[in-house]
Nanobody, 119 residues
Framework: QVQLVESGGGLVQAGGSLRLSCAASGSIFVIDNMSWYRQAPGKQRELVASITRGGSTTYAESVRGRFTISRDDFKNMVHLQMNSLKREDTAVYYC?????????????WGKGSLVTVSS
């Protein structure tokens, strides 16, 4: 079994910064893609940023240039540095990882971390 635990959410003023972290633990052989998703009230969950094992990144258009995703494979962690935050960035942010474990490859989700951006 694999667990993902997010940290670093909270309340921040518009224009400020936050750094989210997600730690994976359990029976992990290797972690493939790692991603951050978010879900705002009344909206569907959307992909924010993704990073491959090789370090290639993709971003949603709405966050490109403001957010940076990174990973630490020694610690099985993924981070999301969020700068120039806007009110519309308010959402619950979820960590997602594709994990190879015990011969199987599955995706896992964290429970989410709330980010609230105030004006």
């Amino acid at each position: 079994q694999v667990q993902l635990v997010e940290s670093g959410g909270g309340l921040v003023q518009a224009g400020g910064s936050l750094r989210l972290s997600c730690a994976a633990s359990g029976s992990i052989f290797v972690i493939d893609n790692m991603s951050w998703y978010r879900q705002a009230p009344g909206k569907q969950r959307e992909l924010v940023a993704s990073i491959t094992r090789g370090g290639s990144t993709t971003y949603a258009e709405s966050v490109r240039g403001r957010f940076t995703i990174s990973r630490d494979d020694f610690k099985n962690m993924v981070h999301l540095q969020m700068n120039s935050l806007k009110r519309e960035d308010t959402a619950v942010y979820y960590c997602n990882a594709w994990v190879v474990s015990l011969g199987n490859k599955m995706d896992y989700w964290g429970k989410g971390s709330l980010v609230t951006v105030s004006s």
